[in-house]
């Protein structure tokens, strides 16, 4: 785990001078069915696209909110990063991304019967979105209404 004195003194002033959202948070639901019976999805914050998705937009202020799908039968090494932030080594993901969207091993889980099934689609956001009232406002009440049409009984966050 990185330490804030890790980074670049450009980020650690920023860090230590950003105005953080209070967030009253409250407890996810909880599962109610064994994992075996569970259909899980996937949404990550690496900035993965499909070849023939746009790329996240590094030039709208503030970050990009939108999301792109990501089909459950993708070629993981296909996949491209737009994370535009320089504030993490990308080599691990890069180099494997199921370190970021762990796809494989989800659908391991699920040829194994150790969990039911992995969702039709995961999904990909910007990670480093430094206005991020859009993605709450609008980002995450898509991707919920997708999961929920999708039958996802639970969701792994992978932030990077």
Same mark, same amino acid.
């Given at each position: 785990?990185?330490?804030?004195?890790?980074?670049?003194?450009?980020?650690?002033?920023?860090? +230590?001078?950003?105005?953080?959202?209070?967030?009253?948070?409250?407890?996810?639901?909880?599962?109610?069915?064994?994992?075996?019976?569970?259909?899980?999805?996937?949404?990550?914050?690496?900035?993965?696209?499909?070849?023939?998705?746009?790329?996240?937009?590094?030039?709208?202020?503030?970050?990009?909110?939108?999301?792109?799908?990501?089909?459950?039968?993708?070629?993981?090494?296909?996949?491209?990063?737009? +994370?535009?932030?320089?504030?993490?080594?990308?080599?691990?993901?890069?180099?494997?991304?199921?370190?970021?969207?762990?796809? %494989?091993?989800?659908?391991?889980?699920?040829?194994?019967?150790?969990?039911?099934?992995?969702?039709?689609?995961?999904?990909?956001?910007?990670?480093?979105?430094?206005?991020?009232?859009?993605?709450?406002?609008?980002?995450?009440?898509?991707?919920?209404?997708?999961?929920? +049409? %999708?039958?996802?009984?639970?969701?792994?966050?992978?932030?990077?």
């Amino acid at each position: 785990m990185a330490r804030l004195s890790d980074l670049k003194l450009a980020y650690r002033l920023f860090m +230590q001078a950003y105005p953080y959202r209070r967030v009253d948070w409250r407890p996810g639901a909880r599962l109610v069915k064994p994992l075996p019976e569970t259909r899980i999805a996937l949404v990550t914050s690496a900035g993965f696209y499909m070849p023939d998705q746009p790329p996240f937009d590094p030039a709208i202020r503030g970050g990009d909110w939108s999301f792109r799908e990501i089909p459950n039968g993708a070629d993981l090494p296909a996949l491209r990063i737009g +994370q535009k932030s320089d504030a993490f080594d990308h080599s691990g993901i890069e180099a494997d991304p199921n370190v970021a969207l762990p796809l %494989d091993r989800l659908r391991e889980l699920a040829r194994d019967g150790r969990v039911g099934a992995a969702a039709a689609r995961h999904y990909s956001i910007m990670g480093s979105i430094s206005a991020p009232g859009r993605l709450m406002a609008k980002t995450a009440p898509a991707i919920a209404d997708r999961l929920l +049409q %999708d039958g996802a009984d639970a969701v792994l966050l992978t932030p990077v």
